[in-house]
């Protein structure tokens, strides 16, 4: 069964660092690329992240680029969070991401999503 | 960015009617266009990709439609656990920008 689960959410200071894990089992981590989004209480998706499957390609929202480090390593995939402020209390989702270039079909989308972990910051 | 605006932002249907959900790109993005159902409490789940293609094990109610820069997402003869929250993507370039989502509410 392909699987995502994340960890590392927790209740941070506004300024704070925080680390998130997401855990990838029953495909080959390896080929694919991956996301972070992440949700706000009430809101919508928001992309954060992505990573290609070799490391080598990166990409950040703006509202995160220069505070957040997205990185991978076998088998998992990581969010360093730091300059952590109120506006970046959400659940956040580790997706993979499956690309198909054909003649037919032509797409990359977002499946499986982790079940997510919740960030919290506040004094 | 490419934005991607959905519409109504929410509707009030009835188990069995027929819905009908859409997504509009400030820009064409091709068939880069998918569909994904949130339900509360509960992470997203792809229902459409490549802005027809049905992800398997989603029934065949949901179809999506389109290219270039309009896309639908149809939801035949509504089911129970058919209401949710639906959000369209365009994966055509980075960043991977959502709409807003539409609420799909028991009337």
């Known amino acids: 069964e392909v699987q995502l689960v994340e960890s590392g959410g927790d209740l941070v200071q506004p300024g704070g660092s925080l680390r998130l894990s997401c855990a990838a089992s029953?495909?080959?981590?390896?080929?694919?690329?991956m996301n972070w989004v992440r949700q706000a209480p009430g809101k919508g998706l928001e992309w954060l992240a992505y990573?290609?499957?070799?490391?080598?390609t990166i990409h950040y929202a703006d509202s995160v680029r220069g505070r957040f480090t997205i990185s991978r390593e076998s088998g998992s995939l990581f969010l360093q969070m730091d300059s952590l402020g109120p506006e970046d209390t959400a659940v956040y989702y580790c997706v993979r991401e499956t690309s198909i270039f054909g003649v037919v079909i032509s797409g990359n989308w977002f499946d499986p999503w982790g079940q997510g972990t919740l960030v919290t910051v506040s004094s | 960015d490419i934005q991607m605006t959905q519409s109504p932002s929410s509707l009030s249907a009835s188990v069995g009617d027929t819905v009908i959900i859409t997504c509009r790109a400030s820009?064409?993005?091709?068939?880069?266009l998918n569909w994904y159902q949130q339900k509360p409490g509960r992470a997203p789940n792809l229902l459409i990709y490549a802005a027809s293609s049905l992800q398997s094990g989603v029934p065949s109610r949901f179809s999506g439609s389109g290219s270039g820069s309009d896309f639908t997402l149809t939801i035949s003869s509504l089911q129970p656990e058919d209401f949710a929250t639906y959000y369209c993507?365009?994966?055509?370039?980075?960043?991977?920008?959502f709409g807003q989502g539409t609420t799909v509410e028991i009337k």
């Open positions: 029953g495909f080959t981590f390896s080929s694919h690329a």
């Open positions: 993507q365009q994966s055509y370039a980075v960043p991977r920008t």
């Open positions: 990573i290609s499957s070799r490391g080598d």
């Open positions: 820009q064409s993005i091709n068939t880069f």
